[in-house]
């Protein structure tokens, strides 16, 4: 079987890299995730092959419909009150919301979708779909919804938009983590003004540090990665630079500096990147900070974070040492002011006394 083209393979960068690892073409492999996702679990074993169509090619994802509700003019689409014309769309998995509030809107006849959150992070409570179902609050509607209206028609058509589709597009539902996600990084872009600056460390002594001491402590059950050292040097140049452990409040304008040292992780899991918090960062030593680490990135790629393990960060750190490159622009966890991004240790040529020599960078 023909492997596919690296850009028609769907999976996040720490499958790739550990097919890379393992030597295994991710072309061959048969995903078992949403529309093919090649998931960690794919990997093990005897690679598969994707479904073909007579001509050889691989089988698209059906094109998904576009409903249209009708709706007379002055009616709310949102009505408790059942109706044929209006059809409950699908379950909408990109919504952030519960079991039991996804169920309420099941019983009262209220398009979730169409709902918007006033819960964390725009989380549809109860109290959005009863309060929808009554038609009671103008916000119960999202903006995104488009009407088109006419004078010399008696009732109107709503319609999400959507670009025409392609027989070689494929349609990924957003879980709510991603949803969740992309709503929180939109809103960290629109609401503050970012730049970022770039630099270089030599950290050639930490590398011989951990390389000496990762086998002793690999023994006592602790992975010592260069992260905890990072962190350790945050809290450091956060206490040296207030302005940094900050966070922006807007409606009172004024700029709160912290007290505390909670030091958000970026992690990389299926569902996107998910920062657990590390929380009193300062009064941990590097043991600890690594202890904290592993158990909260463990816990993350296993959902089994609790919702206030990702609250509360003054400050965060993401890196792309696993995946490669030396510099990026990495967005605020916004009310934060600041994030810190670390590259991947490299060999670069460095000027010691007045001799060029190799240093880790």
Same mark, same amino acid.
């Given at each position: 079987?023909?492997?596919?083209h690296?850009? +028609?393979?769907? /999976?996040?960068?720490?499958?790739?890299?550990?097919?890379?690892?393992?030597?295994?073409?991710?072309?061959?492999?048969?995903? %078992?995730?949403?529309f093919?996702?090649?998931?960690? *679990?794919?990997?093990?074993?005897?690679?598969?092959?994707p /479904?073909?169509?007579a001509?050889?090619?691989?089988?698209?994802a059906?094109?998904? *419909?576009?409903?249209?509700v009708?709706?007379?003019?002055?009616?709310?689409?949102?009505?408790?009150?059942?109706?044929?014309?209006?059809?409950?769309?699908?379950?909408?998995?990109e919504?952030?919301?519960?079991?039991?509030?996804r169920?309420?809107?099941?019983?009262?006849?209220?398009?979730?979708?169409?709902?918007?959150?006033?819960?964390?992070? $725009?989380?549809? %409570?109860?109290?959005?779909?009863?309060? *929808?179902?009554?038609?009671?609050i103008?916000?119960?509607?999202?903006?995104?919804?488009?009407a088109?209206?006419?004078?010399?028609?008696?009732?109107?058509?709503?319609s999400?938009?959507?670009?025409?589709?392609?027989?070689?597009?494929?349609?990924?539902?957003?879980?709510?983590?991603?949803?969740?996600?992309?709503?929180?990084?939109?809103?960290?872009s629109?609401?503050?003004?970012?730049?970022?600056?770039? +630099?270089? /460390?030599?950290?050639t002594?930490?590398v011989?540090?951990?390389?000496?001491?990762?086998e002793?402590?690999?023994?006592? $059950?602790?992975?010592?990665?260069?992260?905890?050292f990072?962190?350790?040097?945050v809290?450091?140049?956060?206490?040296?630079?207030?302005?940094?452990?900050?966070?922006?409040?807007?409606?009172?304008?004024?700029?709160?500096?912290?007290?505390?040292?909670?030091?958000?992780?970026?992690?990389?899991?299926?569902? $996107?990147?998910?920062?657990?918090?590390v929380?009193?960062? +300062?009064?941990?030593n590097?043991?600890?900070?690594?202890a904290?680490?592993q +158990?909260?990135?463990?816990?993350?790629?296993?959902?089994?974070?609790?919702?206030?393990?990702?609250?509360?960060?003054?400050?965060?750190?993401?890196s792309?040492?696993?995946?490669?490159?030396?510099?990026?622009?990495?967005?605020?966890?916004?009310?934060?002011?600041?994030?810190l991004?670390?590259?991947?240790?490299?060999?670069r040529?460095?000027?010691?006394?007045?001799?060029?020599?190799v240093?880790?960078?």
């Amino acid at each position: 079987m023909a492997s596919r083209h690296s850009d +028609d393979i769907l /999976a996040v960068p720490r499958v790739r890299i550990l097919a890379r690892k393992q030597g295994i073409d991710l072309g061959a492999v048969q995903g %078992t995730g949403v529309f093919g996702n090649i998931r960690l *679990a794919d990997l093990q074993g005897q690679a598969g092959s994707p /479904a073909l169509n007579a001509a050889g090619q691989p089988v698209a994802a059906a094109s998904p *419909a576009v409903a249209h509700v009708a709706v007379a003019p002055g009616e709310r689409p949102l009505s408790g009150a059942p109706s044929s014309a209006q059809p409950l769309a699908a379950s909408h998995p990109e919504v952030l919301a519960s079991p039991s509030t996804r169920r309420l809107a099941r019983e009262l006849k209220v398009d979730i979708g169409m709902v918007k959150g006033t819960g964390e992070h $725009g989380m549809v %409570t109860k109290t959005d779909i009863r309060d *929808a179902a009554k038609g009671g609050i103008a916000s119960a509607v999202q903006p995104t919804v488009q009407a088109t209206a006419s004078a010399d028609m008696s009732a109107r058509s709503i319609s999400a938009p959507v670009r025409s589709p392609s027989s070689a597009d494929l349609y990924i539902p957003m879980s709510a983590t991603r949803a969740a996600i992309a709503r929180k990084m939109t809103e960290s872009s629109h609401a503050a003004a970012l730049v970022t600056h770039m +630099d270089e /460390a030599d950290v050639t002594d930490l590398v011989a540090l951990r390389e000496k001491e990762k086998e002793r402590l690999a023994q006592q $059950g602790i992975k010592l990665t260069y992260l905890p050292f990072f962190v350790k040097a945050v809290v450091v140049a956060l206490q040296q630079h207030p302005y940094f452990n900050a966070m922006l409040d807007e409606p009172n304008q004024r700029i709160v500096l912290h007290k505390q040292y909670h030091i958000g992780i970026a992690v990389d899991t299926e569902e $996107g990147l998910i920062v657990p918090v590390v929380r009193n960062a +300062d009064k941990l030593n590097i043991l600890e900070v690594a202890a904290a680490i592993q +158990d909260l990135s463990g816990r993350a790629r296993t959902h089994k974070l609790r919702l206030d393990e990702m609250q509360g960060s003054t400050f965060s750190i993401s890196s792309i040492g696993s995946v490669g490159g030396t510099h990026f622009t990495p967005l605020t966890n916004y009310p934060e002011v600041s994030i810190l991004g670390i590259g991947s240790i490299r060999d670069r040529p460095a000027v010691r006394d007045g001799a060029v020599v190799v240093r880790k960078m």
